[in-house]
């Protein structure tokens, strides 16, 4: 005959609970994409230069755009939007931090359904 613990293979049952909004890549801006958004930037905030004369300049320097094409006043602004959409999504949410739940630990024996015994 053998005692309850050598007959019996107990094990641990929990859950556990997590959230993130940190689980995808996140990619970096390239050298040239940061170099062109703070061209953009300086522009547009420095010298007082709307979305269309930021693209003639633009263009006029020989400057293309991430696809190799012309520059356009709404893709002008749209790099400065985004960037900035960018920014405060990292901020509010990537950042945000959630509570981690664990349910409470149960020793488990399934040789007879009345073995259980829940730890707190």
Known sequence: MCSY??????HVEFELQIESNDLTFRSEYSKR???VYKLIK?????????YRKISYKLNSWGIK?????????TSV????KRKRERELRIKNQRS????VELSRFIIKDHS????????S
Not at 65 to 73: A, D, E, F, P
């Open 112 to 119: 007879t359904p009345e073995s259980s015994f829940i730890i």
């Open 5 to 10: 613990f050598q007959c019996t293979n107990p």
């Open 33 to 35: 994409q940061l170099i």
């Open 77 to 80: 602004s749209s790099i400065l």
């Open 42 to 50: 300086h522009l547009y905030e420095i010298n007082g230069l709307g």
């Open 65 to 73: 755009t991430q696809r190799g094409k012309s520059w356009s006043n």
């Open 96 to 99: 945000k931090l959630f509570e």
